[in-house]
């Protein structure tokens, strides 16, 4: 099955092309707005063989918005992006091909008609039904030019003359290692700086700071290096580290505290989040509770990662929207509202009233310092587009040391001999 977003001027060539095929979404014309983005995000619901979209569906900013948004949640499905009439500079194709996009693209005066063999070679499952696959194209035989993008990504582009079956198409294929889309937070597979993930309720007692401890603890067993701030005026990092001690009476005067391996700061007038970001976590996880109450709403907008909370409950559902309302002007593309002790049916239901957003069910988890591996599944989700290697010492890099230190005493040892001989 493939699924179509397409331009009215490419929808009898991809037609053409696919035949037969089924296709199970299918959209054709020119969208405004986040219309694009919010047909992308329906087409990531669905389970396909391949993606097939155009450029000129939408503006170049949507359009690489909604691509960008598809490849998340699908990194594995195979997209096909169709340019007509560009150049061989130009920036989109460029920029799609970075992303590891399969783009078919033909110059200014080549016959568009060019593109249907590209089409039906890229497919990954052509319908014996639909007509026959040009048997003479072969990609490995066609004049082409081999150029390297950066190290590990290549790209290869075929300039085919009419004889070839393309009509002088140029077809970019990228092989890319598979890496999800995100923005420039982590380098050569190396954390780089402190990654701020905001947890913010549509409204209060949603479950803002278990959600946050789920987040913290998993990032933790990852390897990396975790701070978790109580960005709201509640007191429960108090009662957490009470609870933690054993007993009610517990009083401490430490703004901050540990709890297996992840640091807490409690709400204080001396919190400031210069001086938090300089502390060295790999991640900062703000636990800003309900958005309408904290002082701290506005570094939710700031963040690299943005999570909302909502309630599940029937009569509650009605605060997810008003909290997506408010802010419909801003753009959620990046956002993500989770739901915590909700039923699928309900989740479906909440799914329907925010197109365009990811909506995740979190699985009823009583104790966050427990692993559990359903809600390691959604967290995955949540965090893969801004997890790196881990900063934790790997077992070769401590054998390394190991064998290290065994040489240095082994010198020391047979100097000591030399000098009592």
């Known amino acids: 099955m493939n699924a179509i977003i397409i331009s009215n001027k490419a929808s009898a060539l991809v037609h053409e092309a696919i035949g037969n095929t089924d296709v199970s ?37 949507t359009f690489l918005r909604g691509i960008s948004q598809y490849r998340v949640i699908r990194p594995n499905t195979k997209m096909i992006v169709i340019a007509l009439d560009r150049y061989e500079d130009d920036g989109v194709v460029h920029e799609l091909a970075d992303m590891g996009i399969h783009v078919v693209t033909t110059s200014p005066g080549t016959k568009a008609k060019s593109i249907i063999p590209a089409l039906r070679n890229l497919l990954p499952h052509s319908d014996q039904n639909g007509p026959e696959i040009n048997s003479q194209v072969d990609w490995d ?50 954390i780089i700086g402190t990654i701020l993930v905001a947890v913010m309720g549509v409204e209060s007692k949603v479950g803002s700071t278990h959600q946050s401890i789920l987040i913290a603890n998993y990032l933790k067993r990852k390897g990396y290096s975790v701070g978790l701030v109580e960005a709201n005026g509640s007191s429960d990092f108090t009662s957490i580290e009470n609870a933690y001690e054993g007993t009610q009476d517990f009083k401490s005067n430490n703004i901050h505290f540990s709890i297996e391996g992840v640091e807490y700061y409690k709400n204080n007038s001396k919190l ?40 599940g409950s ?10 997506r309302d408010i802010h419909k002007k801003m753009d959620q593309s990046n956002w993500v509202y989770c739901v915590p002790f909700v039923e699928n049916l309900s989740i479906q239901d909440i799914r329907k009233e925010l197109p365009g957003n990811l909506v995740y069910r979190i699985p ?24 790196g290697d881990s900063k934790k010492i790997s077992s070769k890099s401590l054998l390394y040391g ?20």
């Open 25 to 61: 979404f299918e959209k054709a014309g020119r969208f405004e707005g986040g219309q694009f983005v919010e047909y992308c995000e329906a087409v990531a619901r669905i389970n396909i063989n391949a993606f097939i979209t155009d450029i000129d569906c939408a503006d170049a900013q």
């Open 141 to 190: 035989t066609t004049d082409s030019e081999l150029e390297k993008v950066k190290d590990r990504i290549y790209r290869y582009t075929a300039k085919l003359t009419s004889s070839g079956g393309f009509d002088s198409s140029d077809v970019m294929d990228l092989e890319l290692p598979d890496v999800p889309i995100q923005e420039k937070i982590i380098l050569k597979d190396r």
């Open 272 to 311: 400031d989040m210069n001086h938090l970001v300089t502390l060295g976590h790999d991640y900062l996880i703000l636990d800003i509770g309900s958005f309408e109450e904290s002082e701290w709403s506005k570094e939710f907008y700031r963040a690299s990662v943005n999570i909302v909370i909502g309630a």
């Open 314 to 323: 029937e009569w509650r559902q009605g605060k997810i929207r008003r909290f």
């Open 364 to 387: 009823p988890h009583a104790d966050p310092y427990k692993h559990q591996s359903d809600t390691d599944s959604v967290l995955n989700k949540l965090m893969k587009s801004y997890m």
């Open 402 to 421: 190991v064998l290290g230190i065994c040489i240095v005493i082994i010198i020391v040892l047979i100097t000591l001999l030399v000098v009592k001989m």
